[in-house]
């Protein structure tokens, strides 16, 4: 996996830009993939349902809107990228920040523009520009996204490695699954949000046990699992019993 160096954060301090992810994305295939919606404001539910908590609502730059596919870009200079496509826009997560871009009309291939920063692509090679540098993207791999079929009643799906971890936040209630230490503790504990800033992608989550506390954080940024190099479009790092885990994780709308 390639390292952040200076002179790619200078490149994509303005990122706007977007990609066309032809000869290398999965075409989409229109299933759903909104982000997680609460309906308690027009609920004509009972009252004793009504009074259930249920689950927050999360920055939408944790889904891939409704694109099937997130792909992974490797650029030069050195910088990790991680899209998610459609025809009508294109989510871009990088090492800095997420951005949801339109796309603008091109003679050849695609293009997606946002102020000064533009992005050109055809096939699996693509180019930004900006007020601050160029960079040269070469496409690396692609993976569907997770759908709520595969992981029912699940909102949010992360992961990481050595040792292997899961946590799984259910679709409607707030409540965590955690599987820790190659799966040998597993625990499903409420939890409360403590930050969230839509704009910037950040949501921050504590247990809702005194007994055993947690702290969940995601980040919308570029991910790539530390084994399979699969993109995902967010960071999680778990603290929990003084240790912490690190690792990608991914929204799943119905």
């Given at each position: 996996?390639?390292?952040?160096?200076?002179?790619?954060?200078r490149?994509?301090?303005?990122l706007?830009?977007a990609?066309?992810?032809?000869?290398c994305?999965v075409t989409?295939?229109?299933?759903?993939?909104?982000?997680?919606v609460?309906?308690?404001?027009?609920s004509r539910?009972?009252?004793?349902?009504?009074?259930q908590?249920?689950?927050?609502?999360?920055?939408s730059?944790?889904?891939p809107g409704?694109?099937a596919?997130?792909?992974?870009?490797?650029?030069?200079?050195?910088?990790?990228?991680v899209?998610?496509?459609?025809q009508?826009?294109?989510?871009l997560?990088s090492a800095?920040?997420?951005?949801?871009?339109?796309?603008a009309v091109?003679?050849?291939?695609?293009?997606?523009?946002?102020g000064?920063?533009?992005?050109?692509?055809?096939g699996?090679?693509?180019?930004v520009?900006s007020?601050?540098?160029?960079?040269?993207?070469?496409?690396?791999?692609?993976?569907?996204?997770?759908?709520r079929?595969?992981?029912?009643g699940t909102?949010f799906?992360?992961?990481?490695?050595?040792?292997?971890w899961?946590?799984n936040?259910?679709s409607?209630?707030?409540?965590?699954?955690l599987?820790?230490?190659?799966?040998?503790?597993?625990m499903?504990?409420?939890y409360?949000?403590t930050?969230?800033?839509?704009?910037?992608?950040?949501?921050?989550?504590?247990?809702?046990?005194?007994?055993?506390?947690?702290?969940l954080?995601l980040?919308?940024?570029?991910?790539f699992d530390?084994?399979?190099g699969?993109?995902?479009?967010?960071?999680?790092?778990?603290r929990?019993?003084?240790?912490?885990?690190l690792?990608?994780?991914?929204?799943?709308?119905?």
């Open positions: 996996m390639s390292r952040y160096t200076l002179s790619a954060v490149s994509l301090a303005l706007g830009g990609l066309w992810l032809a000869g994305a989409p295939d229109g299933a759903a993939t909104r982000p997680e609460s309906d308690s404001g027009v539910a009972p009252e004793a349902a009504k009074a908590p249920t689950a927050p609502l999360m920055p730059l944790f889904f409704d694109a596919t997130f792909t992974a870009w490797r650029c030069t200079p050195a910088q990790d990228l899209t998610a496509a459609t009508e826009e294109l989510r997560w800095h920040g997420a951005y949801r871009l339109p796309p091109v003679a050849s291939g695609a293009r997606y523009q946002q000064e920063l533009s992005f050109w692509n055809k699996d090679q693509a180019m520009e007020a601050t540098g160029r960079l040269e993207c070469i496409c690396d791999q692609a993976r569907d996204v997770l759908t079929r595969q992981r029912p909102m799906h992360a992961r990481g490695n050595e040792p292997g899961v946590v936040l259910a409607d209630r707030p409540e965590a699954t599987v820790l230490d190659d799966g040998e503790r597993k499903t504990l409420p409360r949000v930050a969230l800033d839509n704009g910037e992608g950040r949501m921050i989550l504590a247990s809702g046990r005194a007994d055993t506390p947690f702290e954080r980040e919308a940024r570029a991910c530390s084994m399979s699969q993109p995902f479009p967010a960071r999680v790092t778990l929990i019993d003084g240790e912490r885990y690792g990608c994780g991914q929204g799943i709308a119905p």
